[in-house]
């Protein structure tokens, strides 16, 4: 089984994680965007289940960054244009760095409040800090703005997809689908040559 990346293409391994990421990020998307409008017993539970879906994804979502730091990013396919493979690469690493911007400012969103983090009814990380309103209203500005830069990153990655496949025709989809055969691993997008078209 093909786990690792090659020099044009995915392994099952990025596979794999980019789609259960991207389930669990449009998730929490979602719920972290209905907490503001709600109050009371609701708003709390909400808030519970949002901090729930992050601690129970923490270990698979970091995963998710380091290996792509680890392992790189493949080089574009011969039919992809070289501008607008360079484009995405720098809208997926966006997405990545404001993704672990909402890691480490999440938990401490919630300990700066004076309040332990709740995991479902399973149980309770306590805080270690004392309440702080004034970091806690810096670290929420933070970590909204963040999930801002990740809805953007989201649609123009929707929006490149169209493209390459309603209009390049290029094989782009395909790549995050069905795993590249082996080959060398070691080539990256900075050693193929330079390709303008779209």
Known sequence: MALRDTATGYGWGSILLHWITAVIIVVMLYVGSTIESLTGTERQRTLVLHTSI????????????????????PGPLAKQGRLFFLVGKWVHMAMLVALTVMLISGPFLVWTMGEPIRVFDWFAI???????????????????????????????????VYKHTAFNQDGTLTKMIIPAKHGPSTLRDEDLPVKLDG
Do not use: D, K, M, Q
């Open 126 to 160: 306590p805080s270690p800090l004392e309440a702080n309103i004034a970091l806690n209203v810096a670290l929420h500005a933070v970590h909204r703005w963040s999930a801002i830069v990740i809805f953007v990153a989201i649609l123009l990655h929707i929006g490149g």
């Open 54 to 73: 992050a601690i129970t994804s923490y270990v698979l979502l970091w995963l998710r960054i380091v290996w792509r730091l680890v392992y790189g990013h």
